[in-house]
């Protein structure tokens, strides 16, 4: 596993493919309905991870003495509070960003605090210390210091300010998130990849169909984001391994706009050989990038808005050659020639529009009302070298998605505020090369062809593929907050996801005695597009105890979720089809719930000092497509011992898998700039989705999908941040990991099975399993002048496979093998004009030092990306092709501007 396999000539799809059907029998929605109403009976109130924060402190005076009925306000905003008898205050519902704090009491020297950091459901501690009465002097103004480490917090979790990302050599929110602790290459903590919960201001973003985020967020919409690699509270749910929530900007009391726009490409002169290609002719317009932002107040009252549009253009390195066309035939000789123009263009690109809206209005003092919507669209091609001399047969890929809906948040008092969200969220994928499937150039063509060349390239026909995936989600989350007392917050809360998700193929293609013939809806072989309408719900209970010795994060979930179809009754005659046995009619599937406790200690060692422990089940539901992916029983019908598999079957009756974590760390802020962090945890992972093998009553045997895999993962991480000292900052994150179960793949038992394998379980490491991890981000910076910083990323290796000839059958141990270590660095520098440091020109290098080979495929024979022992003819192939390696050294020039207040 993890090498490099021959490639085959036929269809390339980017999606799993919906292989069958199951009619869809639809439950009334009272069931599901009532269940909802009883979690809103059981809990007398709701609330939900979002955007918002606490302050929370004290105001004393000079000697140290509490000042009660103190005036604490929050600057240029509606937040603000008074001082109780011991000089404590709370500041509720704050947007996530920075703040200036101003305290004062009547015959009191006022106080403003500037810098203060409010972070996403998080508190934020501050001393107010109000002058002498007897003293008649200007305001003191201090800056507020951030402490290197957070010593409230009960788990492994990063918070990065929208400043803080502007100091990173990245792009994306997906950028950011790979460069924390305990991510490795999309798996946190050694989890398969999937398990991760995407939130855009508290809401799931994630796409029901394959738990992935649906969307793609530029670094410039950030104001903050959150990654939680550990342990994390009973809000957050539907994941196993972490949480991702970006909080995005909005707009401000004043009028500004902000701009930026770069361009460049792929540079690797004198390469050609390393590289495999022999072109490196620098493309220094193959990447642009226009984005604009404009926010500001509205012509109506108390009402804020922001507009930000971005258009993205992505040319890859490899470049095509229209040697042929799709519909060349052959010669007398049976040659086929090419007739195409010879045209050189880059074969794989991305094509891409996004953009945010958000509306605001606090026109009531206790109430806002806002609006917003994400959207992207995307046109892409793969940069499958086959095709790199017949460009016109790749298929193409089309996305769009959008996210939008409405807030509002109510204060009930001064200690507590009700929120209620509604999202709906949309995203269509499709893949084809022309939208009518009755198009004659599918017909015009001969099969897609690349007899001769070992697999190495295609010269006829074009690819088949018209697949679709649509999926629709209306999501309603509710909340009240209450802070009891300065030591106690509690949260409820409840979240229904209503998706409705549609896959699979709009028609097939095939070949029979040279002419095209086209399927529509031929169940059970060639199914139409799946339609299902699963339903799922949540509440939970939370609570925060937090004073200066022990902070205390307490919770309990409870999750459902309700497939909304069938199974066969009997699985030893799964499509009733076998005489004599027993019917065989479907049954519904079961509605399912779990309770996952969750539990976050920290014990402030000193005032510098504090050890935190975590515990906590995490559970969350397959999704659909693999639950429902080919799923039509119907298809055993035929089924016979010793005839050819039908491969996995499908089953949405699956129950949630689940992960128990435990989390031990010590944290020390060496210095009021130096600190670091380590942690320590085990995650044991149950229920994870795997293979059975099943008899039917005449002695054939079948697989489908059940919850029957297992792992674990140990690991350490150790984080170190170097604060601003002069113009110089340094942070580092190590991780050291080994996760092991016994399939890295839910049908991997399965496929050992057909090959002839042991199929019994047993304990091998993960295809991820990366023993090293190290991330070191470091800059030098001058306000209104410069800023430049470097991020060096280095890795032991993942697992492959090992071929060898001392081995029993060539094979050895699953996994085995480690590829090689390598590194990667990425630059960023700027030149500011003007104090705000918003207008200016940048350069980016990504992958300075043009590495080929990072965590890529490697040849089982060797365990190397660069050479194989007596190669195979697909081997041969393969040793020629440059997409093998890692991408090479990408150079993006540009500009900023910004006017206005200054986000």
Request: a negative charge.
């Amino acid at each position: 596993m993890g090498s490099i396999d021959e490639p085959t000539a036929g269809n390339e799809d980017s999606r799993p493919e919906a292989r069958t059907l199951v009619p869809q029998m639809r439950k009334p929605l009272a069931a599901w309905s009532l269940g909802c109403l009883l979690i809103a009976c059981l809990l007398p109130c709701f609330a939900w991870a979002g955007t918002t924060g606490t302050i929370v402190g004290r105001v004393t005076d000079s000697l140290g003495l509490p000042v009660p009925g103190a005036t604490v306000e929050v600057v240029d905003t509606r937040f603000a509070a008074t001082s109780d008898m011991n000089g404590g205050f709370v500041l509720l519902n704050i947007p996530s960003g920075t703040y200036a704090v101003r305290a004062g009491a009547a015959g009191y020297q006022p106080y403003l605090m500037e810098e203060v950091i409010v972070s996403a459901d998080r508190s934020t501690t501050i001393e107010l210390e109000i002058g002498d009465p007897s003293l008649e002097v200007e305001e003191v103004v201090v800056v507020a210091k951030r402490s290197p480490v957070d010593l409230k917090i009960t788990s492994s979790q990063s918070t990065l300010t929208a400043e803080e990302i502007a100091d990173l050599p990245v792009q994306s929110l997906e950028d950011v998130v790979n460069l924390q602790a305990g991510v490795v290459d999309g798996h946190f903590r050694g989890g398969r990849k999937g398990e991760v919960q995407y939130q855009v201001d508290g809401v799931s973003v994630n796409n029901a169909f394959d738990n992935t985020s649906s969307l793609s967020i530029d670094r410039s919409l950030l104001q903050e984001v959150q990654v939680i690699s550990g342990t994390f509270d009973a809000e957050y749910g539907q994941a196993m391994s972490g949480v991702v929530n970006a909080v995005l900007k909005q707009g401000s009391e004043e009028l500004e706009a902000d701009a930026e726009i770069y361009t460049g490409g792929f540079l690797f002169p004198g390469r050609q050989e390393a590289r495999r290609t022999d072109d490196d002719t620098p493309h220094l317009t193959g990447t642009q990038s226009y984005q604009v932002s404009l926010g500001g107040p509205l012509v109506l009252p108390s009402t804020r808005f922001l507009f930000s549009g971005r258009y993205y253009s992505f040319d890859d390195y490899v470049y095509a050659e229209r040697r042929y066309l799709p519909t060349d035939l052959a010669d007398s000789t049976g040659s086929v020639v090419g007739t195409g123009d010879g045209e050189e263009f880059a074969l794989g690109y991305s094509r891409e529009w996004s953009g945010v809206a958000k509306l605001s209005n606090s026109t009531f003092e206790s109430a806002q009302l806002s609006y917003q919507m994400i959207f992207n669209t995307r046109e892409s091609r793969p940069n499958s070298y086959a095709y790199r001399y017949l460009p016109d047969g790749l298929s193409i890929q089309r996305a769009m998605s959008i996210s939008h809906g409405l807030d509002w948040s109510q204060v009930l008092g001064d200690e507590t505020f009700l929120d209620f969200s509604f999202r709906h969220n949309y995203y269509r994928y499709r893949d084809y090369l022309y939208e009518d499937p009755y198009d004659s150039r599918y017909d015009d063509p001969l099969q897609l062809n690349n007899t001769g060349t070992n697999g190495d390239y295609f010269f006829q026909g074009v690819q088949t593929n018209h697949y679709r995936q649509t999926t629709n989600t209306m999501i309603y989350k509710g909340s009240i907050v209450s802070q009891l007392n300065l030591e106690n917050q509690v949260k409820t809360g409840f979240e229904v996801s209503l998706p409705r998700v549609e896959f699979g193929n709009d028609m097939y293609f095939t070949y029979g005695e040279g002419q095209l013939v086209r399927h529509i809806n031929e169940p059970p072989d060639y199914p139409g597009p799946l339609t299902r309408h699963p339903v799922m719900g949540a509440a939970y209970v939370q609570n925060q105890f937090e004073n200066e010795d022990l902070i205390v994060r307490l919770g309990a979930r409870m999750d459902y979720f309700d497939a909304r179809s069938t199974v066969p009754g009997d699985l030893a005659n799964p499509a009733n089809a076998i005489e004599g046995a027993p019917e065989s009619l479907p049954v519904d599937t079961t509605a399912k719930t779990s309770v996952s406790p969750r539990l976050g200690v920290a014990f402030p060692v000193n005032e510098s000092a504090a050890i935190h422990v975590a515990y906590g089940h995490f559970r969350q539901f397959p999704s659909v497509s693999t639950m429902f992916t080919n799923s039509d029983y119907d298809i055993l019908e035929r089924l016979q011992a010793g005839t050819v598999s039908y491969g996995v079957m499908g089953n949405p009756d699956l129950a949630p898998e689940t992960t128990v974590q435990y989390e031990l760390g010590y944290k020390q802020a060496i210095s009021s700039d130096l600190g670091f962090e380590l942690t320590v945890y085990y995650k044991d992972i149950r229920d994870l989705l795997g293979v059975e093998f099943i008899s039917t009553y005449t002695g054939a045997e079948y697989t489908r999908l059940t919850n029957v895999d297992f792992g674990s993962a140990t690991g350490a991480t150790l984080a170190i941040d170097h604060r601003a000292v002069g113009p110089f900052s340094v942070s580092l994150d190590y991780t050291w990991q080994q996760a092991l179960g016994n399939a890295s793949d839910p049908s991997e038992t399965a496929n050992r099975a057909a090959a002839g394998e042991d199929p019994r379980p047993r304990l091998v490491p993960f295809e991820w399993d990366q023993r090293h991890t190290v991330n070191l981000a470091t800059s030098i910076y001058r306000p209104g002048n410069y800023r430049a910083s470097v991020v060096a990323k280095v890795a032991s290796g993942m697992r492959y496979t090992p071929t060898t000839e001392n081995a029993f059958g060539f094979g050895s141990s699953t996994n085995s093998g480690r590829k090689p270590a390598a590194f990667l660095v990425d630059l960023r520098a700027e030149k500011f004009f003007g104090e705000s440091g918003r207008t200016g020109l940048f350069l980016r290098v990504f992958n300075l030092f043009d590495t080929r080979y990072f965590n890529g495929p490697v040849y089982a024979t060797t365990g190397s990306p660069y050479y194989a022992r007596n190669p195979s003819p697909g081997e041969l192939v393969s040793l020629n092709n440059p997409t093998l390696l890692y991408s090479p050294r990408r150079v993006e020039f540009g500009m900023r501007w910004g006017w206005g207040g200054g986000w």
